[in-house]
């Protein structure tokens, strides 16, 4: 069965086999071994500085990840704007509710991009908002939101974005020279090919050294004073660990993220250019889109579920659309272990089911 779902992906041979490693306590020094290498590679995937930036691990899913980072990085007496354009910046809205801690929000239907001058006008009414929280690439459409351009918006008002990157770290570009990207949020399970049960904040030092300490488990300062002292406050996942850590040794002799970037795209454009030519159409046009993931409208007359279980006899599991959407689209992801090959099948199946 080949997994076309945002995440948890079709593992690579190499990815499943290290999951069959000897059996491992989280207190033994090979543990740390592995703990710091999982640690060095996600901050050398893009290029940082481990001076200043520091990756936290957690055993979770990436909401756990998102959820560490919210509650931490906006500080007691800090404010947060949520960006909304989907269903992922809905849950930031949740999870800061939740917390209680200060926030307003723009918010925008699902297909659209973020209006910066909206953001711009918010920021500026309101000079107690300290950071901005947005999702890189909005899987609920396959949006990729433009953060280069937020991050204008935000440096010229000295306020720090965080950064929903579930679903792009890995395999789109994010700027982290700029200097406005305070932390990252992701997890193993999507554009790294890890399995699921590990996740983790790429944070800049700096900000970790304000953070709030909300939460028990997902503290994050806690998480990342601890793990620089090669240690853990709980048990960790670790058969993940070994996946991930495998993954992003993967990953690095593939030739890193641009790699895996043009990778997805291409594999991307090929599903695209493939049902396009069966008449069923992008949401969105695919210069707005991530190369991971792209959401597609439903053939006329045939219903989700019908597509779904058809496609799923044939070995593909695609994904439905969230809420509202589930009746208009599907949605199509490129990682993992999928290839060329596997496209031409797929579409050699629409045109088998449209027949
Ligand atoms: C997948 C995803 C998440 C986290 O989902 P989990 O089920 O907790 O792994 C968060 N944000 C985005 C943008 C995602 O795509």
Known sequence: MLLMNPGPVTLTERVRNSLLQTDLCHRESEFFDLQDETRARLVKLYDLDPAQWSAV???GSGTAAVESMIAALVPEDGKLLIVENGVYGERITQIATQYRIAHSIVKHEWMQAPDLSRIAAALDADTSITHVAVIHHETTTGRLNDLKALAEVCRARNVEMLVDGVS????????FAEGTIAAVAATANKCLHGVPGAAFVIVRRDALASAASRTYYL???????????????????????YALV??????DDEGGWKTRHGRYAALAEQARAGLAARGIDSVLPPQECSVVLRAYRLPKGIAYEQLHDALKARGFVIYAGQGGLSKELFRISTMGAIHAPDIERLLASFDELMR
Do not use: C, K, W
């Open 219 to 241: 503290g994050l300062a806690r998480l990342a004073s601890l793990q620089d002292q090669r240690n853990t406050p709980f048990t960790p996942s670790v058969h993940a660990y």
């Open 57 to 59: 691990l957690m055993t």
């Open 246 to 251: 495998e993954a992003l040794r993967e990953l």
């Open 168 to 175: 792009s770290f890995g395999a789109e570009e994010i700027d």
